[in-house]
């Protein structure tokens, strides 16, 4: 048995692609190679300058250490040693005992040692992890949910823990008559990891769909903030049956990520039906045209003279390590979908909802805090609160949802949805006028408590003027006398014209008792 | 300076003889300012270093500026450091804090660094002054000294010979009485060839005895920074200083993982004894060595059986493949440790209006010397594609034969005795053309850096022409102790702190 179908075994999930819904090719073949800053850790892979670089003057970030200045020494930073643990095991990747860190030697002025302290896997199994698999579901499908959300998997090949480069800038607008360019250090040094799939995907869907769940995870381990401008970039492969593999650099957005790939696919397939053979090289994603251009000739691997880091001694994690570290992680987006579902009992679609978006998830979580009933919670956020926002985007463009969710969800706070929840379970308020305060409640800000509390206030409780009212809705509509002997929801109907006629003020008990009344006098 | 005149002319004229240990000690006692005396050493230096051209760049300014403060600390009673008032010189390839680190390379002709090595500091922290920047080979690649932008080193004993290397400005500035101490640093023997070619003691410690940080790097799991002075108490002070756990260097933490606080010190003569060392004779080694060479060793060798010493032959059996071993991991950590030297963020003038960044590197990157570019070939020849196991991977397991058999000799001995160098030192520019003559000659000193084991070259005795002949001594790893107890013990019998050349 191969380590791949063991793991899968333990894991019982198929390793069979689910690829019969007509949108996948069976000839094209998709690899990643993601980079995952670890923005969370507070300072740099091997120094003590910040990790967050963003909006620090250029070259202010920076030290003897990660300017590589003459005789200074990396110092390895052990907490990037376990957040990248944890996403191994996120991704249920193996962790060796033993790791080493080897140095990868190539000129670019970016680097500012002119080599790479990365991990290798050639000489011996020592990179942070390896051998991973990891499922995610394609349920593009909206409308056929339980046929389509069949499993599809990826195996993860390895993933290395190493440091990120400097920046090139070129300055704006005239990068081809300026003659020089500028290189800001601030980032070099950065704690970046590796991801480096197998070939398993099939279409660009999917490898969007993969994308979202691993960032989702990298989120709710807290090692890793996906929004950041970037945080994680995405090197792809492709491959049509008959062709060499072409690799695609320079991708800015998961969004563009897809686009190449579609591009990709497109091209080298144009290029086989014209009997053009597809030759292995390095391409370039043009953001602006949308197209892939060839880059200078790809290095072979070997040319990189690959060596174990003599600066940084082998560092034993020991037998334990997976487990200690396992033990201490942060709940994974799947452990939390299973504890809604087990416990909170809500539906697998209203978990899937609220996991897929960790700070939704989180507002979920501290609005139960504040009244505990998961169904009630669940719906307002659901239904409600992410509806709206959905309705926000569609007279917009599409993109950063996840920004915009957030934006949405920053001025509602728990205690609104608590509050609301609590209104229309323990006081049995009506739900369009519930749904009405929520509305109000969101716009201003105001407690839902605050609003109900004026809308009792100035409740219409007299019996002539709700007589009054009911009397105008009749003589509107004349028919609805006649229907009311057969239809016994035609009450209801009129208490609603009369909801929406008062701005919800009339006292619904007493409206409907006053409706019946009148009906049956007539 | 009314002092001065106190003093005597001819107490003056004798202080640059004395050893640091000495000079702190007056300079506590307030018989002289400090202030006096690196004034003295200021002079001393102009009129001597002309002739060995053992400084790179000097530092008075601030040592004078420093001086006056420990002269003032004395005043009022503050607490003083153990290298109170004492000039160290440190190569050119250990970071001073506002000071040129050149490697002796155009290639980092004006690079100052900005942070002072994990040493540097220590040593400032006890009071020493320090005075200047010491020349050297280029990077450290070489046994002569004379492979330095800034020309070769000069043995002060004749100066028309070789001081060694690399460390030959450290050696030569000692040994001509220029300063009583200083920092070298040893990849394969260049502390020891040249403390042997000059007649000084030099000891590489243990790997990982001593912080890396700040040394720029030749060949990392290779060298170490070691003092050289020409009394054996001055070597154990300053190693005090210097040695122990530097959380910014992993390698000095991992190795010294006992946690133990290093204390050198001096024993008597019979405390030594009283020990009862077990020494191996590296026989094989001693009989392939130049026969003056040879009977210098051998001489020591009656000395130790004559005071009781249990002396027993024992020879080195890998010595045969040491050399490929070496070569092959300290080339290869080379090429790519030298690398980041591309003149784009730091070193020498040159102004790159007309070049695209592939071909100003490789541009500026030939202005590197012969033997670094000989070095940076071989290095990238052994790591390149498909070679790392027939190379790289093959002189790592040389390596661990070799620190196993050193770990069964020091079952059976306490400490193994052979030649620093298996010849005379000789004159400069004889040998430049022949590079594997050169890389032969670190035979007898590479073992020690292989093996990660301390090794000291005390003075032995001179040739018929008067050129120094070393003694080498090796003990186990984290052993320093017994080297320095050894050393008492010769310093004591000949009395070789008072050999000194005529200059």
Request: aromatic share 8%; hydrophobic share 35%; with cysteine.
């Amino acid at each position: 048995m191969t380590r791949t179908e063991s793991k899968t075994q333990q894991l019982g999930i198929s390793l069979k692609n689910d690829d019969d819904d007509g949108n996948v090719d069976e000839n094209i073949k998709i690899g990643l190679e993601i980079h995952s800053q670890l923005t969370r850790l507070d300072t740099k892979l091997f120094c003590g300058c910040f990790s967050n670089y963003r909006d620090i003057k250029p070259n202010e970030n920076t030290c003897p250490i990660c300017l590589g200045l003459p005789g200074s020494l990396p110092l390895l930073n052990k907490k990037a040693v376990e957040y990248a643990s944890m996403m191994c095991i996120s991704l249920n990747c193996n962790i060796p005992e033993k790791i080493t860190f080897y140095r990868k030697n190539y000129f670019y002025p970016d680097l500012p040692k002119n080599f790479q302290i990365t991990q290798y896997n050639s000489y011996e199994l020592s990179s942070i992890g390896y051998d991973g698999l990891i499922s995610y579901f394609n349920d593009k499908v909206e409308s056929d949910r339980e046929e389509k959300t069949k499993g599809k998997t990826v195996r993860i090949k390895r993933i290395q823990l190493e440091e990120d480069p400097g920046k090139i800038i070129y300055e704006e607008n005239n990068s081809k008559i300026n003659n020089y360019c500028l290189i800001d250090y601030n980032r070099a040094g950065v704690a970046l990891v590796e991801i480096v799939t197998e070939p398993d995907f099939r279409n660009a869907n999917d490898v969007r769909l993969f994308l979202n769940k691993i960032t989702n995870i990298f989120e709710y381990l807290g090692v890793s903030d996906p929004n950041l401008e970037g945080a994680v970039r995405c090197d792809v492969n492709v491959s049509v049956k008959g062709g060499k593999k072409v690799e695609i650099k320079n991708i800015s957005s998961f969004k563009d990520v897809e686009k190449s790939i579609i591009y990709e696919i497109t091209r080298q397939k144009t290029l086989s039906m014209h009997q053009i053979s597809v030759k292995s090289e390095t391409r370039h994603w043009d953001e602006k045209r949308k197209i892939t251009i060839p880059a200078r000739t790809k290095e072979e691997e070997d040319e990189y003279k690959y060596f174990p880091e003599p600066d940084i001694p082998r560092i034993v994690l020991g037998s334990g390590y997976r487990e200690k570290i396992k033990n201490n992680m942060p709940e994974l987006p799947i452990e939390r979908l299973k504890r809604y579902v087990d416990i909170h009992k809500l539906s697998n679609h209203v978990s899937d909802i609220l996991i897929n978006n960790k700070k939704v998830s989180d507002f979920y979580e501290e609005s139960l805090k504040i009244y505990n009933s998961p169904k009630e919670i669940s719906n307002w956020i659901v239904n409600e609160l992410l509806s709206k926002t959905n309705d926000l985007e569609k007279n917009e463009p599409t993109d950063n949802k996840s920004n915009k969710q957030r934006g949405f969800i920053s001025h509602v706070t728990p205690q609104q949805i608590a509050d609301i929840a609590k209104l229309v379970e323990e006081k049995s308020i009506n739900r369009n006028i519930a749904k009405d305060i929520f509305g109000k409640s969101i716009k201003t800000g105001e407690s839902p408590l605050k609003l109900i509390e004026n809308v009792e206030i100035r409740k219409i409780r007299d019996s002539e003027t709700i007589r009054k009212y009911i009397g105008e809705v009749l003589s509107d509509e004349k028919h609805l006398i006649e229907q009311s002997s057969t239809n016994p929801n035609v009450a209801n109907f009129i208490l609603g014209k009369i909801m929406k006629k008062t701005g919800g003020r009339a006292d619904p008990q007493l409206t409907l008792k006053l409706i019946r009344e009148s009906i049956e006098r007539k | 300076m009314g002092m001065l005149l106190a003093l005597g002319y001819d107490k003056m004229t004798n202080l640059h003889k004395l050893a640091g240990y000495q000079v702190s000690q007056k300079i506590k006692n307030q018989e002289i300012f400090a202030e006096e005396y690196i004034s003295l050493v200021f002079e001393r230096i102009s009129n001597v270093d002309s002739k060995i051209n053992s400084f790179i760049s000097k530092n008075h300014e601030s040592a004078l500026l420093k001086a006056k403060q420990i002269d003032k600390k004395i005043r009022n009673n503050e607490k003083l450091g153990s290298l109170l008032g004492i000039p160290i010189g440190i190569k050119d390839n250990i970071s001073v804090l506002g000071l040129k680190t050149t490697c002796a390379s155009k290639m980092l002709q004006e690079y100052v660094s900005p942070y002072n090595a994990t040493v540097v500091d220590r040593l400032e922290k006890q009071d020493a002054l320090i005075i200047g920047k010491l020349n050297m080979d280029e990077f450290g690649m070489g046994t002569s000294s004379e492979f330095s932008h800034y020309g070769a080193v000069h043995n002060p004993w004749n100066q028309d010979y070789v001081a060694g290397g690399s460390s030959g400005g450290s050696a030569a500035a000692v040994s001509s009485l220029q300063i009583p101490i200083s920092l070298g640093s040893d990849t394969g023997g260049s502390i020891r060839c040249p403390s042997s070619f000059c007649s000084v003691i030099g000891i590489k410690p243990t790997y990982g005895l001593v912080s890396r940080y700040g040394l720029v790097s030749y060949s990392n799991s290779l060298e170490q920074i070691g003092p050289m002075a020409r009394t054996i108490i001055d070597i154990a002070m300053t190693l005090n200083t210097i040695c122990g756990k530097d959380s910014s260097d992993s390698t000095s933490t991992t190795a010294a993982t006992l946690d133990q606080q290093f204390e050198y010190k001096i024993n008597t003569v019979d405390g030594v004894l009283g020990k009862n060392y077990k020494v191996g004779i590296i026989d094989n080694l001693i009989l392939s060595s130049e026969s003056q060479v040879m009977e210098t060793v051998f001489k020591k060798i009656d000395l130790l059986k004559k005071h009781g010493f249990d002396v027993q032959k024992t020879k080195i059996n890998y010595s045969d493949f040491a050399l490929a071993a070496y070569y092959v991991i300290a080339t290869a950590e080379a090429s790519s440790n030298l690398s980041r030297f591309d003149n784009i963020r730091y070193g020498f003038s040159h102004n790159p209006q007309g070049y695209e960044w592939n071909s100003y590197s490789s541009h500026v990157r030939s202005n590197f010397g012969d033997e670094v570019k000989r070095r940076i070939l071989v290095g990238s020849f052994v790591l390149s594609a498909g070679y790392y196991g027939k190379y790289y991977l093959k002189a790592q397991k040389v390596r661990n034969a070799i620190k196993n058999e050193f770990n069964k000799l020091f079952k059976l001995f306490d400490v193994l005795i052979l030649p620093t160098m298996p010849i005379l030192p000789f004159k400069i520019g004889e040998k430049g053309a022949k590079p594997l003559d050169l890389f032969n000659l670190d035979i007898y000193t590479i073992l020690a850096n292989l093996a990660g084991i301390p090794a000291m070259s005390i003075p032995a005795g001179f040739s018929k022409k008067g050129l120094p002949i070393g003694l080498q001594i090796l003990s186990n790893e984290f052993n320093e102790q017994i080297l320095i107890d050894i050393a008492t013990f010769f310093e004591n019998k000949d009395k070789f702190n008072e050999w000194i050349p005529n200059i």
